[in-house]
């Protein structure tokens, strides 16, 4: 009977061990899942750069390769967040043209381009390139202004980020 005794203990013994391990191996699974899940959630990043202002609770997704553009804008005055404030696509030859892009997600060092043109053979007016703050949302100013005036006529601003385009805004000096 003793070794009957025994037999059933070690058997007990294995059966918990069994248990236990497979439980184990469920809680690494489960955490191991958790973890891939939270790598593909975007990390929040916040702060800002001088060459945009990047809001509050703007996320970054360290996979990607270039921001997403949000939105255009072009007016006659940024706010202190380089949105453009005083929206408008009509101007006269004395206005300095802001021109604002939003973006979100940007990768570390993404440069973001803005491409002032005129008329329709697309005569280049100005060039300019700035660094897209690093993750979250952020608003990328960029301006225009000719000491003589502009001459009137279409305008164009294109945008490219990483050397792709992600959009234009058209606009007249009249």
Partial sequence: MHERTLTMNKVTLYLIAMVLLISLVACKSGEQKASEEAAKQPQT???GASTGAQEQGGAVDANKAEPDVDNIEIG???DANKK???ETDDFVPSDTVYASIKTDGAAANSKVVARWTYGDSGQLVKEDTHTVPAGGVAWTEFHIKKPGGF???QYTVSFMINGDDKGK???QVK
């Fill in 151 to 153: 001459p009137k006529g």
């Fill in 169 to 171: 805004k058209t606009f």
């Fill in 76 to 78: 006659k005055a940024v």
């Fill in 84 to 86: 453009v404030s005083d």
């Fill in 45 to 47: 990043q916040q702060g």
